[in-house]
């Protein structure tokens, strides 16, 4: 047995934080559940389904090695880290994943060929395809929180995620064009994106680069504040008008009372840099504290400053457009508009990690993973409800395999039998589907899988159709 010191243990009544080794309560250590949870909980079929991308079946056009040639990594107890696995289909991975039981599994590209056969073949292996992916993580929020940092997340800074969500989710459909996104939560502290459409899996590293880098407007800090790069400008771009107004909502109802950004002195100070006029600013402070804001003690001192904060700036800015017109006067009437933006944006925009969404042949923990520190399963999330995505109550290994129990004994989520039946009637019924894992493979299914099975055999037909064109050609010269 391993040494317990090193191992990772979950307290089945704390929600899945790794409780102490100490703990009275019944414990259940991650490594050691791996094997259950990948016998009965994990959806291997579902997630070779999707890695296959159509070429699974007997199809004319299917590529029966296109699975074999993409990279799997698995992270083995005691930090073991293996890379380029590969293998013949879902039912070999399915026994890999089951006889190693691995910590965590990363997916790669698909390569030109077997990766496992990569020293045979030197610079012609090379990716050919591969997810554009995004990872935003909360500790890059950490200079905004005040509910906690590091590894921490909590129903506070939750609602920094579900913006990022909605704006990265809005850009990749709206100005990409993008259809198949699948978004999962990470285990801990933040979020995966994986877009599966044809052309973004087929897109060069500098196209990746370009992709990530339109949603980059969030540049870092520079003498105490966020350098933000407006797209096109002057006026600002409308993708950017798209994310302030959807931020604006998220800033002023969770984020803002949330993270008491407006309470005390240094956080006032840091938000009040970004006011293009010293004069502003003491008007201000001048209202912050008078009588008629003070006094207002029954609503959040954080929402009234703001209020307070927005009238200054358009009054301000009221004054500068009535007093004159024209090109000169917008060195001083641009800096006001953008000011309210470039305050919500610096504190709220999406944080990428750039370098995860650039490179082709980056690695990127695959859903339904757990993660080793939390328990937690990485779960799928639905775009359009992520404001109701609690992180507090994702299912761990333990809960799912109580519940697992529980259905064993008699008490489970629903009725095994008509799950065979509706299954073909002749197939054993999956464990999972007893657990609240069914929840997360519906989401999974309803946000990605079966719109991309859809598109997987139209693109099957239409490689048919141009092998039939192109044999006419042939025989036609």
């Not at 579902?46 to 993409?70: C, E, I, P, T, V």
């Not at 859903?367 to 609690?390: M, S």
Request: net charge negative; hydrophobic share 40%.
């Amino acid at each position: 047995m391993a040494d317990v010191n090193k191992r990772q243990k979950i307290d089945q009544d704390s929600g899945g934080e790794v409780g102490p080794l100490g703990s009275a309560e019944p414990e259940i250590y991650v490594q050691e559940a791996m094997p259950s949870y990948y016998a009965k909980l994990f959806p291997h079929q579902h997630m070779a389904k999707w890695l296959a991308y159509g070429n699974d079946g007997k199809h004319a056009q299917a590529d029966s090695h296109f699975f074999n040639r993409r990279e799997f990594c698995f992270t083995l107890d005691g930090d073991i880290f293996v890379r380029y696995q590969a293998f013949k289909d879902g039912t070999a991975l399915q026994e890999a994943i089951q006889r190693r039981c691995p910590a965590k599994i990363d997916i790669g590209p698909v390569y030109t060929a077997n990766p496992q056969d990569r020293h045979k073949f030197g610079a012609s292996f090379q990716p050919t395809e591969r997810e554009l992916v995004f990872d935003i993580d909360l500790t890059d929020y950490d200079d905004v929180r005040t509910c906690g940092s590091g590894g921490h997340i909590c129903g506070k800074c939750w609602p920094l995620m579900a913006v990022a969500v909605k704006i990265i989710d809005a850009g990749l459909r709206n100005d990409f064009g993008f259809k198949h996104i699948l978004w999962v939560y990470s285990g801990r502290r933040g979020v995966h994106c994986w877009v599966c459409d044809p052309s973004a899996r087929q897109l060069t590293d500098e196209q990746r680069a370009a992709v990530a880098n339109w949603f980059a407007l969030y540049k870092g800090h520079e003498e105490g504040k966020a350098r933000i790069a407006f797209l096109g400008g002057g006026a600002m771009h409308p993708a950017v008008d798209r994310a302030v107004e959807v931020l604006h909502t998220a800033w002023v109802e969770t984020i803002l009372p949330a993270q008491r950004l407006l309470e005390d002195g240094p956080k006032c100070e840091a938000l009040l840099r970004y006011l293009p006029e010293q004069t502003l600013v003491e008007n201000i402070k001048k209202k912050w504290a008078s009588r008629s804001v003070i006094s207002r003690t029954d609503q959040d001192i954080n929402l009234v400053r703001w209020g307070v904060l927005e009238a200054e700036v358009n009054s301000r800015l009221t004054e500068e457009r009535s007093r004159s017109k024209g090109a000169g006067s917008y060195k001083v009437v641009g800096p006001l508009e953008r000011c309210i933006p470039e305050i919500i944006i610096a504190h709220a925009y999406p944080r990428l990690d750039m370098e995860v969404s650039k490179k082709m042949n980056h690695l990127l923990k695959a859903p339904f993973c757990v993660h080793p520190k939390t328990g937690k399963v990485c779960v799928p999330l639905d775009p359009t409800r992520v404001d109701e995505f609690d992180p507090d109550d994702v299912p761990t290994v333990g809960s799912l395999l109580r519940e697992l129990a529980a259905a064993k004994n008699g008490g489970g989520k629903g009725d095994s039998s008509a799950v065979v039946e509706a299954d073909g009637g002749g197939r054993k019924a999956e464990p999972w589907r007893e657990t609240k894992m069914a929840n997360a493979v519906q989401i999974f299914e309803r946000c990605l899988l079966d719109d991309l099975v859809i598109t997987n055999r139209d693109e099957l037909t239409e490689r048919t159709r141009v092998a039939v064109a192109i044999g006419q050609l042939n025989l036609d010269f």
